[in-house]
């Protein structure tokens, strides 16, 4: 991979779900230290297109490279998978996703949770994995709640464990699907402070996000979605600042007015 490769590249995207397409065509480049953003209303195909960045959903069509590897495939339509496990896991591990609802086992103390994937998937040192698991904790700024409980500690912090075990992973990007839409206000605030951070230290990262704010802040790209199309794309100036798409124009004043 050279400098100008793309970290993950997506080209001509369709997903379907049997006779609803949901995403029409999609193109979207994220180089590394790009933070891209994707904008648009509920339904318009953010993240399922997120989802089939690292494969936890098939496409039916068009291509996904990551750092210049295309993904392989076998059958077409409907019945298109990927045709190589090992590429898949590798690439999956290398693109680690932030959900919306946190996802940590409850049953597990937060550093277990960090510690988890590092150890079963990728097989690395115990100790070495439990103070890269420490470090990442004390960077989203919970390093006190290493021994404990999912359940014992706030929405937002679970939200930024969830950022330290991706982190944990060292992948080459962060896939968040909206963060911080499952916040309270005071409590998103944490969590946008550490993606903050990440974005200004070059992390590559692709955000699905319904915070405007956010969008504008960290992102050197944001990308407006429509029905599962791209309507509008740009740097966040032009985005926000010079919006040029009636139907982005719309979205925006009922995002400011839901406020």
């Not at 400098?3 to 995403?23: C, M």
């Not at 896991?89 to 996703?97: A, D, E, K, V």
């Not at 946008?192 to 692709?206: P, Q």
């Not at 960290?218 to 139907?247: A, C, M, W, Y």
Request: with cysteine; charged share 25%; glycine share 8%.
């Amino acid at each position: 991979m050279t400098d100008t490769t793309p970290v993950l590249e997506i080209r001509g995207l369709h997903k379907s779900y049997g006779e609803l397409e949901v995403i029409k065509g999609v193109d979207i480049t994220a180089h590394r230290g790009d933070v891209v953003s994707l904008i648009g209303s509920s339904g318009s195909g953010k993240s399922t297109l997120l989802r089939c960045c690292n494969l936890l959903e098939d496409s039916q069509d068009g291509d996904i490279l990551f750092k210049g590897e295309p993904i392989s495939w076998s059958g077409t339509g409907l019945s298109r998978r990927p045709s190589d496990a090992k590429q898949v896991l590798r690439i999956r591990t290398n693109l680690s996703m932030v959900f919306q609802q946190f996802n940590l086992w409850a049953h597990m103390t937060i550093l277990q949770n960090v510690m988890e994937a590092p150890l079963t998937v990728l097989g690395r040192d115990r100790a070495e994995v439990e103070d890269a698991a420490r470090k990442y904790l004390t960077k989203v700024g919970i390093g006190d709640k290493c021994e404990a409980y999912p359940a014992q500690l706030s929405g937002g912090q679970q939200q930024r464990a969830a950022i330290a075990r991706a982190l944990c992973m060292e992948p080459e990007a962060l896939l968040f699907d909206e963060p911080t839409s499952a916040l309270d206000p005071e409590l998103e605030q944490e969590v946008v402070k550490v993606i903050k951070d990440l974005a200004a230290e070059g992390r590559t990262m692709i955000i699905v996000t319904h915070d405007m704010n956010m969008a504008a802040d960290v992102s050197n790209h944001v990308v407006f979605l429509h029905k599962g199309l791209i309507e509008e794309q740009g740097s966040p100036d032009e985005v926000f600042g010079s919006t040029r798409s009636e139907r982005l124009q719309g979205f925006l004043a009922s995002t400011r007015h839901g406020k």
